[in-house]
């Protein structure tokens, strides 16, 4: 069974820190890696995607893959309060997600 | 562009109906994945479809079916309801092609069974 794994958190971080959001995996033929943000209510939103081993930067966002360890990580600096959501974490190795059941962050003002 | 699209928002059945969701995806993408919502299971993969073809399918019972029209539009069906079907049903769209496959959802369709 292909397992993806967060924290639920909540992770609680103080405004202008930085957020660390993990999820390992189970299925070592995963190719494909996501990062979901969702708001209480609202349907999953896209913030990342990466495909090979390193660091991927976008804005505030950096999403890092390391296939060996099977460990896939989001940094969001500088957080705000508008990001007190639920990071979802998904993994893909064909044409399925599969999500892990998210991590809770609450950004303090 | 505009978004993901799915009908109705919200819907009320009663148990051993049947119902029937929309989902039209973003202009060009022809690659249709549903998603099955709950507060205890999160998110679980229904079925794909591309190219009016199923290519996968998740680990659900024969009553949740779907399709995919010429257009891209699709539709999934859920017979006999159950009142374990109560959840929010996401339908995302994809590219699904040249190395993309990032996946866009919309707004998704609350079913409550009753």
């Known amino acids: 069974q292909k397992e993806v794994e967060q924290n639920s958190g909540p992770l609680s971080v103080p405004e202008g820190a930085i957020a660390s959001l993990n999820c390992t995996y189970s299925?070592?033929?995963?190719?494909?890696f996501f990062w979901y943000r969702q708001y209480s209510g609202k349907s999953p939103e896209l913030i990342m995607s990466?495909?090979?081993?390193g660091d991927k930067e976008d804005g505030r966002f950096t999403a890092q893959l390391n296939k060996a360890s099977q460990y896939v990580s989001l940094l969001i600096r500088d957080s705000q309060p508008s990001d007190s959501a639920t990071y979802l974490c998904?993994?893909?190795?064909?044409?399925?997600?599969?999500f892990g059941k998210g991590t809770s962050l609450l950004v303090t003002p | 562009k505009a978004g993901v699209t799915q009908t109705p928002r919200y819907l009320i059945k009663t148990r051993g109906q049947q119902v029937t969701l929309s989902c039209s995806p973003i202009?060009?993408?022809?690659?249709v994945s549903w998603y099955q919502q709950t507060p205890g299971q999160g998110l679980q993969f229904l079925f794909e479809?591309?190219?009016?073809?199923?290519?996968n399918k998740g680990n659900f019972p024969g009553r949740f079916s779907g399709r995919q029209f010429s257009n891209s539009r699709s539709e999934m069906n859920v017979s006999t309801l159950e009142l374990g079907d109560s959840a929010l049903y996401l339908c995302?769209?994809?590219?699904?092609?040249?190395?993309?496959?990032?996946?866009?959802f919309g707004p998704g369709t609350r079913l409550t069974v009753t």
């Open positions: 202009s060009g993408h022809r690659s």
């Open positions: 299925d070592r033929g995963s190719q494909s």
């Open positions: 479809y591309f190219s009016e073809t199923q290519r």
């Open positions: 990466i495909y090979s081993n």
């Open positions: 995302a769209s994809s590219l699904a092609q040249g190395g993309t496959y990032e996946q866009y």
């Open positions: 998904a993994v893909s190795s064909g044409y399925a997600l599969n």
